[in-house]
């Protein structure tokens, strides 16, 4: 596989310049706490990130009987519970995937 398949644009920008500091001798490694120090806080950031897109919250909503039952039967047509369902079509419209209509 190569790199452009795994890599965005901005992480191969990264790396050229990596390698370039490091055949120019431009490169300075960190001391060991120094090191440390990086890698403690940004495996911090990761758990903090992780942990707030993955958290959920309780909702209650009415909704018209049905549109209840068309939404059970779609549900049904895909193979998955339909709360599951409800919330797939909310999140995608929270992440602007899916618009609404005017």
């Known amino acids: 596989m190569k790199k ?16 370039e500091d490091v055949a120019s001798g431009n490169y300075k490694p960190l001391n060991k706490e120094e090191l440390e120090s990086k890698n403690s806080f940004f495996k911090e950031a990761a758990i903090n990130t992780i942990k707030k897109k993955t958290k959920k919250k309780s909702l209650n909503i009415r909704l018209f009987e049905d549109d209840i039952e068309k939404i059970k ?11 599951t369902l409800i919330s797939s079509v909310i999140h995608k419209l929270a992440l602007k995937q899916i618009k609404i209509a005017s």
């Open 4 to 19: 452009r398949q795994i890599y965005s644009e901005e992480e191969l920008e990264l790396f050229e310049a990596l390698e």
């Open 73 to 83: 039967a779609i549900a049904l047509e895909e193979g998955l519970p339909y709360q």
